[in-house]
């Protein structure tokens, strides 16, 4: 079973940007799509990005040309990179695959 970890979220003014990271376990990991996913206060989690075993990638429109998703199978993580960030990213991202999830990371956005 695959076990995630995320970390890189924090406090950052609006237009700043941030780089988050998912650690997985396992030895499937270049095999496997992967995604990130946000939950912003009172809202439902919803979809950010994905990106394939073969490094293809789709984002949310909301999101589009301001973050990017990638993935280094030789360290078994996949990467989120935000710029141009505004309040209303404020949520907790957590990475997944299948039915694991991380245990999600805080991103604040806010002067």
């Known amino acids: 079973q695959v076990q995630l970890v995320e970390s890189g979220g924090g406090l950052v003014q609006p237009g700043g940007s941030l780089r988050l990271s998912c650690a997985a376990s396992?030895?499937?990991?270049?095999?496997?799509?992967m995604a990130w996913y946000r939950q912003a206060p009172e809202k439902q989690r919803e979809l950010v990005a994905t990106?394939?075993?073969?490094?293809?990638?789709n984002y949310a429109n909301s999101v589009k040309g301001r973050f990017t998703i990638s993935r280094d199978n030789t360290k078994n993580t996949v990467y989120l990179q935000m710029n141009s960030l505004r309040p209303e990213d404020t949520a907790v991202y957590y990475c997944n695959y299948r039915e694991a999830w991380g245990q999600g990371t805080l991103v604040t956005v806010s002067s």
């Open positions: 990106i394939s075993n073969g490094g293809a990638t």
């Open positions: 396992g030895s499937i990991f270049s095999f496997i799509p």
